[in-house]
């Protein structure tokens, strides 16, 4: 491990994250469920959307750029018997989100399936946070959200849709239940980010530019994102020889079920940019709780689905292939593997997490980095 890495326990980083939070306008108790949402991430092995973006997605959109509220208004615009339209009034993603998951569960409590959207909503950090909630609830838990314009369609160059997620969780009869916590991209500006972070250069294949062909230096990619003068590869390559198209489908239907079941903002308008000027990116979400018992008993259920996924890791491995994955156990491993640990921050993120420190006067915490 490189001397200016090192490890930061997760209580430690959980709780320097609510007082940030907490520094920065957030009420206690919404604090608490946006710094959950982090280290949940890291916790799983997704340092891509844990500490990682603290500073440059929250902290500096509600302190410097101003275009983000720490006071969410969660507002139910539109009630029915199993579905509900919720306004975020651009406050927390977290906050929105963990609310219309939980308004999801209980409707499919009753009505056996609740599905929620979510306009003028924020960064919701990983969706398989909200689909988790479902699973500890008994029911199947299903998500997505649009996000700021980055994939190219098919035999296209210029980034329209978000990278647009369309999760899963299923409870199982293992220690872990099944989930598919992944972009309809091939990388995320997230995962761009962690290599810029790094010093690493980017896998040929993951961005392209107008030309078509494809990028690598991180920081470019990064600005050209943003100016439009590149865009991310869908799930399946580039052009349809490699399918492509799957993953531009996929991200297009997350698009329309963010966006239009809620009659809000769309692909290009959701660039965050208004006149020249940073806006709120009025996101939108959709939420799916799937309640198990209205169709079978929910321990066979467990038991049919672990078994599924049993045979799946047992079946014929390909030759010097150490083992087969299913879906979830690679993040159920990791936190093994880091729970005595904590969170892995560089030097990069140390620097980060000073300078909020510093700004915001949390004096009392001191760390091993210094």
């Known amino acids: 491990m490189a001397d200016d890495v090192c490890w930061i326990k997760f209580d430690t980083m959980e709780h320097f994250m609510v007082d940030v ?51 969410t208004h969660f507002e139910v615009v539109k009630d029915s018997m199993a579905t ?10 977290m906050v929105i989100a963990k609310r219309c998951m939980g308004l999801a569960i ?19 950090g990983i969706a ?27 035999f296209g160059v210029e980034n329209m849709l978000g990278t647009n997620p369309l999760v899963f969780g299923i409870p199982t009869d293992e220690e872990f239940p099944f989930t598919n916590d992944y972009a309809t991209s091939i990388a995320q500006r997230g995962k761009i980010e962690l290599y810029e972070r790094e010093g690493k250069k980017l896998p040929p ?20 994102l943003v100016n439009g003068k590149a865009a991310l590869v869908p799930v399946g390559g580039i052009g349809e020889e490699t399918g492509g198209y799957k993953g531009y489908g996929y991200a297009t239907v997350v698009e329309i079920l963010s966006a239009a079941l809620q009659l809000g903002p769309f692909m ?56 087969i994955y299913t879906c979830g156990e690679k993040e159920h491993l990791i936190w093994l593997e880091r729970k005595d640990k904590g969170v892995l921050v560089n030097k990069a993120l ?21």
């Open 205 to 224: 294949g993951w961005v392209i530019d107008h030309d078509g062909n494809t990028k690598t230096d991180p920081t470019e990619v990064l600005q050209d």
């Open 268 to 323: 290009k308008q959701l660039t965050g940019l208004g006149d020249g000027k940073k806006v709120p990116f009025k996101l939108g979400h959709f939420f799916i709780a799937i309640n198990i018992e209205f169709f079978a008993d929910l321990d066979d259920f467990k038991k049919t689905t672990g078994d599924i996924l049993r045979q799946l890791r047992a079946s014929q491995k390909v030759p010097g292939a150490e083992r």
């Open 84 to 93: 509900a339209v919720v306004d975020g009034h651009n406050g927390m993603g």
């Open 128 to 154: 398989g946070y909200y689909v988790l909630q479902a699973c500890k609830a008994g029911m199947i838990g299903i998500t997505g959200t649009n996000a700021r314009p980055s994939i190219a369609p098919t």
């Open 21 to 71: 939070f907490k520094g920065i306008g957030v009420p206690g108790e919404d604090a608490k469920i946006c710094a959950d949402v982090l280290i949940t991430a890291d916790k799983r092995g997704i340092d891509t959307h844990g500490i990682g973006r603290l500073k440059n997605i929250y902290y500096n959109r509600i302190a410097k750029d101003k275009i983000q509220q720490p006071i």
């Open 106 to 124: 209980e409707k499919a409590k009753k009505y056996g399936i609740g599905m929620v959207i979510a306009r003028n909503s924020t960064h919701y």
């Open 350 to 370: 140390q620097d980060q997490i000073l300078a909020m420190r510093d700004e915001l006067g949390l004096g009392q915490y001191k760390f091993e980095f210094e």
